[in-house]
């Protein structure tokens, strides 16, 4: 079977999809011809084998910013973290590809955990009874090791990742992706193709050069296939632990999260507070969602989390998640 090759466009609609060589991004791809005449279609048993590991997992979601740096990681750990309290019989699990900066086991306070095997593949980590993590954090020799591998070892990895954890049955399985729209996106969204994505979930912060790139992922999304649950700006206000007054430290010129998924028509699905708190939290490894539970902040976590659940379980999202899976 024909793989991607090295210099594919970068919205390469992968070599078994339906638009394989006939998608507006394939023009000039030396593989255009190959994926066009259907050769390329023979399933890739990778593929399969993430079908079959994730298909005991209900809804799977990407958390996804256009730059580093936004509050992707942090948003990923606190939305995970509310589920798994607000619903003790729901099982949720983070998958934690961000090669640059694997922050999970750090934010989630398991730093230094080691993955174990067994017969039924690796066993994530579990921070509560209901929440588990697997991160690429828990393959490095240490914490400040860089992960300098090159594509395929990364696809390699990625593949491992999603085929060979043992996960049990889980209700949410939330990917934390590195920042942009990188090989590990793409390999990811092939992947898991025939699995299903339910969606992605978009951070972003106020200011106009984050939501220039935001864009580049919404259109990443557009071109894969995947469903957008909505937008998150993270870092909109500041409150005063002090005094309770607000400032704007990340002005929104051109109108901020809520009016780049106007302009999309996507869900806003609502901000989040730059709270000092909160990043003393996470670099403690503490739980800010159960010791905080009356701050602003956890507020609009919950806010946000009940529109998360509401969208995966609708009609739209199911129905156009099984459209992609056809595609
Ligand atoms: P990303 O995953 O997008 O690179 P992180 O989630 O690692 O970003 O966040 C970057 C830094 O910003 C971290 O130190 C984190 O604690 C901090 N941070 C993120 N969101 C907030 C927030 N709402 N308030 C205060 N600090 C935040």
Not at 5 to 22: D, I, L, M, V
Not at 40 to 54: G, Q
Not at 96 to 102: E, F
Request: with cysteine; hydrophobic share 35%; charged share 25%.
């Amino acid at each position: 079977m024909a793989d991607v090759p090295s210099e594919a466009p970068q919205h390469c609609p992968g070599t078994e999809s339906e638009s394989a060589g006939k998608a507006s991004a394939c023009a000039g791809c030396p593989n255009q011809s190959l994926c066009a005449s259907g050769a390329t279609k023979e399933t890739d048993p990778a593929i399969t084998l993430v079908r079959e590991r994730l298909s005991t997992v209900k809804h799977k979601i990407l958390v996804l910013s256009g730059k580093g740096g936004v509050g992707k990681s942090t948003i990923t750990t606190m939305v995970s973290r509310s589920l798994a309290a607000n619903n003790p019989d729901k099982n949720i699990a983070i998958l934690d590809i961000d090669m640059c900066g694997p922050s999970q086991p750090r934010v989630l306070g398991v730093l230094g955990e080691k993955v174990h095997e067994s017969g039924s593949g690796w066993s994530p980590v579990y921070i509560e009874d209901n929440l588990s993590l697997m991160s690429i954090g828990f393959m490095l020799e240490s914490s400040s090791a860089a992960v300098i591998w090159r594509g395929p070892k990364k696809n390699a990895m990625i593949s491992k990742f999603l085929s060979e954890v043992d996960w049990g049955n889980l209700d949410y399985l939330i990917l934390d992706t590195p920042p942009g729209t990188s090989d590990e996106h793409l390999s990811t969204v092939r992947y898991m193709r025939q699995a299903g994505i339910t969606g992605a979930i978009i951070v972003t912060t106020p200011q106009e050069v984050a939501l220039l790139d935001v864009r580049k992922e919404i259109d990443f999304c557009r071109q894969s296939n995947i469903p957008i649950l909505g937008v998150v700006e993270n870092m909109s206000l500041f409150v005063c632990p002090k005094c309770k007054s607000t400032a704007e430290i990340f002005p929104a010129t051109s109108g901020g999260g809520s009016k780049l998924a106007e302009e999309f028509n996507l869900e806003f699905l609502g901000t989040v507070p730059l709270d000092p708190l909160l990043a003393r939290y996470c670099d403690e490894g503490k739980d800010f969602i159960s010791e905080m539970p009356n701050s602003v902040t956890v507020k609009s976590l919950q806010d946000i989390v009940k529109k998360i659940t509401i969208k995966c379980e609708s009609d739209e999202t199911v129905n156009s998640l099984k459209e992609a899976k056809k595609k």
